[in-house]
């Protein structure tokens, strides 16, 4: 799960809100509710922020992992060596 709560505090810090944002970069309410929502946006979206703000990915989201889901196991699995 990703959450958007470090660029709501940039937003703060630089005496901005949401809409404010929005408007900025002429993005939808729907991109914008995606994002209170945590939800996937384009990278297109993402490289407009980072642009505007002049920041780096990273000061705009986070990644919360979740315990409970196993779906993406990334690590190497020794049983499968050698499948294509």
């Not at 709501?8 to 729907?30: F, Q, T, V």
Request: hydrophobic letters at 35%; charged letters at 25%.
């Amino acid at each position: 799960m990703f959450t958007f709560n470090p660029l709501w505090k940039l937003l703060i810090d630089k005496g901005m809100n949401r809409e404010d944002l929005r408007e900025a970069l002429n993005l939808s309410p729907s991109t914008m509710a995606k994002m209170s929502k945590g939800q996937y946006i384009s990278l297109e979206v993402l490289h407009r922020i980072c642009a505007y703000l002049d920041c780096q990915p990273g000061a705009l989201l986070e990644y919360i992992p979740d315990p409970q889901s196993k779906k993406f196991n990334l690590l190497p699995n020794d049983d499968k060596k050698g499948a294509h």
